[in-house]
């Protein structure tokens, strides 16, 4: 499996207790997925993906608690800290119309309804309020929320953002 082909379910933040789960972080609008699983991919940085079997998990303050099959000690655990837990996208819940995963905004050109470039998705923030896009562009960064009413038009097979920003919010 490329790296292309997973996305991120979740991210090991520390160890738990001493043998051998893991703490993550969601990053999962469906948490009910870990049911599904017996198999994730663990990836860190640019290292390929390792396959890796899920025996148990549960869920703790907000987050997910993770046993893998021979991660049975904490300094075996202790490894696996800063890695994404990954599934393939075909595995993916399918969303209502009008409905994107991040993965899918990321790397998506934003220009305005005249055709002025913005920049390019470089991540979304979720500021609790809302969502917003983290734009890059040679000036710096822009964040623009992702409302329906600055959205015209996502197009996720050209990666592009159709936005109509009020005026001033380019500039802040």
């Given amino acids: 499996m490329t790296q292309a082909e997973l996305i991120t379910i979740a991210k090991v933040i520390r160890t738990r207790g001493n043998r051998g789960e893991v703490v993550a972080e969601m990053l999962t609008d469906f948490p009910n997925r ?3 699983l017996t198999e994730v991919f663990l990836q860190k940085n640019t290292e390929p993906p390792r396959c ?3 025996d148990s998990f549960w869920f703790h303050k907000q987050r997910v608690i993770l046993k893998f099959r021979g ?11 800063g890695y994404e837990v990954k599934i ?8 209502k119309e009008g409905s994107y995963y991040q993965h899918e905004l990321v790397d998506c050109v934003v220009k305005d309804v005249n055709g002025y470039q913005y920049g390019m998705v470089s991540g979304i923030l979720d500021t609790g309020a809302g969502y917003l896009l983290k734009v890059d562009r040679d000036s710096g960064e822009l964040l623009i929320p992702f409302a329906e009413s600055m959205l015209v038009r996502v197009d996720l097979e050209r990666k592009e953002l159709i936005c109509s920003l009020p005026e001033g919010l380019e500039n802040l």
Avoid at 71 to 79: M, R, T
Wanted: net charge negative; glycine share 0%; aromatic share 4%.
């Fill in 34 to 36: 870990f049911e599904l």
């Fill in 52 to 54: 890796l079997t899920l």
């Fill in 71 to 81: 991660i049975d000690s904490i300094s075996l655990a202790e490894v696996l800290r």
């Fill in 88 to 95: 393939p996208k075909s595995e993916v819940i399918p969303l």
